[in-house]
């Protein structure tokens, strides 16, 4: 943070208010300061302010129309997660936050709500308005569509092995019209294991 705060004064001018987002309650000390000393010699104190979203109420961002929160509140103590749907909507309609917060939602919620209630939330029109779902569906058409789908898994898990890179070669050269059905799973997936388990079901 220390690092982008001095590019962007730097090149542009601009202050930079700077905020760490904590999703799940750690037993570690949160410290808010990052210090600098050289020489027992004091050189810089970068402060910054630390969110916890357990401490968060989604009711309190959507009343106040915290926008880029709505993607973190189904994190929140409080949180309905149809509420959260339909609130994300209503922003994104309102131009007040991009397609892609919808998509982030809905993987935050994964990481505390059962799949089969998370699922629920996700919308294919909203999830194909999301500008990363159409640049890899654009990736697809034009650099092979097994890669991109390859691509998007690595971008969210890391590497992609082998073996998973033929079974997903194989299924789309049997149907290529299963195409638009394996970037969405590439792109909602909670984990490489449950996209496995869904493509077994393709298979």
Same mark, same amino acid.
């Given at each position: 943070?220390?690092?982008?705060?001095?590019?962007?004064?730097?090149?542009?001018?601009?202050?930079?208010?700077?905020?760490?987002?904590?999703?799940?309650?750690?037993?570690?000390?949160? /410290?808010?300061?990052?210090?600098? $000393?050289?020489?027992?010699? $004091?050189?810089?104190?970068?402060?910054?302010?630390?969110?916890?979203?357990?401490?968060?109420?989604?009711?309190?961002?959507?009343?106040?129309?915290?926008?880029?929160?709505?993607?973190?509140?189904?994190?929140?103590?409080?949180?309905?997660?149809? #509420?959260?749907? #339909?609130?994300?909507? /209503?922003?994104?309609?309102?131009?007040?936050?991009?397609?892609?917060?919808?998509?982030?939602?809905?993987?935050?919620?994964?990481?505390? $709500?059962?799949? #089969?209630?998370? @699922?629920?939330?996700?919308?294919? @029109?909203?999830?194909?308005?999301?500008?990363?779902?159409?640049?890899?569906?654009?990736?697809?058409?034009?650099?092979?569509?097994?890669?991109?789908?390859?691509?998007?898994?690595?971008?969210?898990?890391?590497?992609?092995?082998?073996?998973?890179?033929?079974?997903?070669?194989?299924?789309?050269?049997?149907?290529?019209?299963?195409?638009?059905?394996?970037?969405?799973?590439?792109?909602?997936?909670?984990?490489?294991?449950?996209? /496995?388990? @869904?493509?077994?079901?393709?298979?």
């Amino acid at each position: 943070m220390l690092t982008y705060y001095a590019r962007i004064l730097d090149r542009y001018g601009l202050p930079v208010y700077p905020v760490v987002v904590y999703l799940a309650k750690t037993s570690v000390p949160i /410290e808010t300061t990052y210090s600098s $000393h050289v020489r027992n010699k $004091h050189v810089i104190a970068f402060n910054y302010d630390v969110i916890k979203v357990w401490e968060l109420k989604s009711k309190m961002v959507f009343k106040n129309k915290l926008a880029g929160l709505y993607a973190l509140a189904p994190l929140m103590p409080d949180a309905n997660l149809n #509420e959260c749907r #339909e609130r994300m909507i /209503e922003a994104i309609r309102e131009n007040l936050i991009s397609p892609n917060a919808y998509m982030c939602m809905a993987t935050f919620a994964s990481l505390i $709500h059962p799949k #089969e209630v998370v @699922k629920n939330m996700i919308q294919d @029109k909203l999830l194909k308005e999301s500008p990363f779902y159409r640049d890899v569906l654009e990736e697809g058409r034009e650099e092979g569509m097994e890669k991109t789908i390859i691509a998007a898994l690595a971008a969210r898990f890391g590497s992609v092995s082998d073996r998973l890179s033929e079974r997903v070669h194989n299924i789309r050269e049997r149907n290529s019209a299963l195409f638009d059905e394996l970037i969405k799973l590439a792109v909602t997936a909670k984990d490489i294991g449950e996209f /496995e388990r @869904k493509l077994d079901k393709m298979a």
